[in-house]
């Protein structure tokens, strides 16, 4: 098992920024993929971003691409998301999850095992 929890959201101004972090414990963080997904009221959970275990093959999804960095700290067991330039359209929970590392794309939720409970973020216009 491997428990993931979400901080970092918030009310920011369009334009903003905000870094959400996904803190892990249980199992060897190390060992995971990491992928961070948003959900927005009335739509289906979608991919943001992903990273391979070892911290390389970081992969976005075109509407965050250029504005969002993802990156972890596998020595803190920690993963982050940078989020810039955040857009109204990028209000959503989001949720960090852990997965098999692959090669492959790996940008549906089914790929991962582990999720976290959330964390709310809300870009005002």
């Known amino acids: 098992q491997v428990q993931l929890l979400e901080s970092g959201g918030g009310l920011v101004q369009a334009g903003g920024s905000l870094r959400l972090s996904c803190g892990a414990s249980?199992?060897?963080?190390?060992?995971?993929?990491v992928g961070w997904f948003r959900q927005a009221p009335g739509k289906e959970r979608e991919f943001v971003s992903r990273?391979?275990?070892?911290?390389?093959?970081?992969s976005y999804a075109d509407s965050v691409k250029g504005r969002f960095t993802i990156s972890r700290d596998n020595a803190e067991n920690t993963a982050y998301l940078q989020m810039n330039s955040l857009k109204p359209g990028d209000t959503a929970v989001y949720f960090c999850?852990?997965?098999?590392?692959?090669?492959?794309?790996?940008?549906?939720?089914?790929?991962?095992?582990?999720w976290g409970q959330g964390t709310q973020v809300t870009v005002s216009s």
């Open positions: 999850a852990a997965g098999v590392d692959s090669f492959l794309p790996r940008t549906r939720a089914s790929d991962y095992g582990y």
């Open positions: 249980g199992r060897t963080f190390s060992n995971y993929a």
């Open positions: 990273i391979a275990s070892n911290g390389a093959r970081p």
